[in-house]
C-alpha cells in the first residue's frame, strides 16, 4: 500500500463521518493516465474533499499559507495535505509561476491526477469567477483530458475568522471531461488558451449552479481589502 493511500485509509473514513459528502459522477474520472480535475474554489479545506471523493490519487499545488500550523484545526488540516502527497508553493511574486507550472507539468507527465483551482483563490462571495489560462496551458500542452468539478458547501466548514469548523454536508459532483479539440496544438496563442478557458468554466458553472462574474477573483478581493 503507498504511502498516500494508507493516509487516506485513515483521512477519508474520518472525513465523512464529520462532514458527510454526497459524491456524484466519480466515474467520470479516466481509470487511468494524466487527468486534470478543475473545481470552482470556495474554502482552503477543498482539495481536502476532492482527494476523499476521487477514487484515483489526487496532487494539488497547494499555496505555502496551507500549511501553517499556527491553530490546531490548521495544523490537522496541513498534516493531512502533506499525509496525501499534496506539494507547496511560494506565492511571492516572482517565485510561484514558474514553480507551479513545473511542479504541475511533472505530475501530468507522470500520469497522474492534477487538482487546480482556475480562479487562482478563493471566491469572495460565493460566484464564480473567471479563470486563469494556465489551466488551458497544461491542458493543451500536455493532451490530459479536464474533468470539471463543483464543490458546494465546503465555504461552510471554516470561513474566514472561525478558529473551529462547522459541521456541514457537502457536495462534490465530477462532469464529463471538456472537449478541448477546437484548440488542439494552440496552447502558445492567448485567445485560444482563454477561450479554452473559459469552455472549463462554463462546465463548472453548469455543474455548481453558480453565477459567473467575468472578473479575476483576485481583483475583486483586492478591492474588498482597500475598502
Known sequence: MSLYAAAKAVIAPATRVVWPQRVEGAAHVPPKGPVILASNHLALIDPLFIGVACRRPVRFIAKQELFDEGTLPRRLFARALRAIGQLSVDRR???S?????DNSLAVLEGGEVFGIFPEGTRSPDGRLYKGQTGL???????????????????????????RVPSLNRVGVRFGEPVDLSPWKDKAHKARPRREATDAVMDAIAKLS???????FASSVKAELEQG
Not at 509561476?97 to 507550472?101: I, L, S
Not at 497544461?138 to 464543490?151: H, I, R
Not at 449552479?209 to 472578473?215: D, F, L, T, Y
Open 93 to 95: 511574486p516572482g517565485e
Open 136 to 162: 488551458a496551458w497544461l491542458a493543451l500542452t500536455t493532451g490530459a483530458p479536464v474533468v470539471p468539478v463543483a464543490l458546494t458547501g465546503t465555504e461552510r466548514i471554516l470561513p474566514p475568522g472561525r
Open 209 to 215: 449552479g453558480q453565477e459567473q462574474v467575468p472578473r
Open 97 to 101: 509561476a514558474q514553480e507551479a507550472m
